[in-house]
């Protein structure tokens, strides 16, 4: 009987939880792989809590400790670039220009920290969000509010593509949300409408999600 390919998804918080429980672990486990995920942990004093990335040092202590598993075959990973610690690998050495060639120059630096073959970093671009622009029909149909559907597409259009729209503070695919969607509910309504989706219109539309998939294919 062939081994167990074991893939972990080591994720930011309940949304991304989410998105892996409801959608991605699905289209991996068709691909081949037993999949696992756990959320980043964060320590105080007294009281472990689970969703946020604080620190490099406390995010690669957890990385390795994931890694102690022989039995593990590929850890990745699904965090936001937007945000991500700025004491992490390649943060301070990022190059000039694209949105996309800054995210791969510091999911590198990570690979090369981490140094085990079987770690296959990923940040999204720039944030989860950036996936329920993806999905902006989706989410206009189930808010029932067509006008957002026309704002999220002049959003996209405007930046290249749902990754590429900012990480600016004030503008992020987060920061939009806030302001087109009364209530918005991140941890509910952001994970149903890309589920609505399906994988083949992420792919379709975020470049930097197909790559990544693509090198978790067995």
Same mark, same amino acid.
């Given at each position: 009987?062939? $081994?167990?390919?074991?893939?972990?998804?080591?994720? $930011?918080?309940?949304?991304?939880?989410?998105?892996?429980?409801?959608?991605?672990? @699905?289209?991996?486990?068709?691909?081949?792989?037993?999949?696992?995920?756990?959320?980043?942990?964060?320590?105080?004093?007294?009281?472990?809590?689970? @969703?946020?990335?604080?620190?490099?040092?406390?995010?690669?202590? !957890? /990385?390795?400790?994931?890694?102690?598993? #022989?039995?593990?075959?590929?850890?990745?990973?699904?965090?936001?670039?937007? @945000?991500?610690?700025?004491?992490? #690998?390649?943060?301070?050495?990022?190059?000039? @220009?694209?949105?996309?060639?800054?995210? !791969?120059?510091?999911?590198?630096?990570?690979?090369?920290?981490?140094?085990?073959?079987?770690?296959?970093?990923?940040?999204?671009?720039?944030?989860?969000?950036?996936?329920?622009?993806?999905?902006?029909?989706?989410?206009?149909?189930?808010?029932?509010?067509?006008?957002?559907?026309?704002?999220?597409?002049?959003?996209?259009?405007?930046?290249?593509?749902?990754?590429?729209?900012?990480?600016?503070?004030?503008?992020?695919?987060?920061?939009?949300?806030?302001?087109?969607?009364?209530?918005?509910?991140?941890?509910? !309504?952001? #994970?149903?409408?890309?589920?609505?989706?399906? /994988? !083949?219109?992420?792919?379709?539309?975020? #470049?930097?999600?197909?790559?990544?998939?693509?090198?978790?294919?067995?």
């Amino acid at each position: 009987m062939p $081994e167990l390919k074991r893939l972990h998804l080591l994720v $930011e918080g309940q949304t991304e939880a989410t998105v892996v429980r409801d959608l991605l672990s @699905g289209h991996l486990q068709r691909q081949g792989w037993f999949v696992t995920y756990s959320t980043v942990r964060t320590q105080t004093a007294a009281v472990t809590h689970r @969703g946020g990335v604080t620190s490099w040092p406390k995010l690669h202590r !957890e /990385i390795k400790e994931l890694l102690a598993s #022989p039995r593990l075959t590929v850890l990745t990973t699904l965090f936001d670039y937007y @945000g991500f610690p700025p004491d992490a #690998p390649g943060m301070a050495t990022r190059p000039t @220009g694209i949105a996309t060639g800054k995210v !791969e120059h510091v999911e590198e630096a990570l690979r090369v920290a981490v140094g085990d073959h079987r770690f296959v970093p990923h940040l999204v671009q720039h944030e989860l969000e950036s996936w329920v622009f993806a999905a902006g029909d989706q989410l206009a149909y189930l808010r029932d509010d067509p006008e957002l559907a026309e704002r999220i597409k002049q959003d996209c259009a405007e930046a290249g593509g749902p990754e590429l729209v900012n990480d600016d503070p004030r503008n992020a695919p987060s920061k939009r949300l806030a302001r087109y969607c009364p209530g918005y509910v991140k941890t509910l !309504e952001g #994970p149903l409408a890309i589920a609505e989706l399906g /994988i !083949e219109g992420l792919q379709a539309t975020c #470049p930097h999600f197909a790559a990544w998939l693509s090198r978790l294919v067995l």
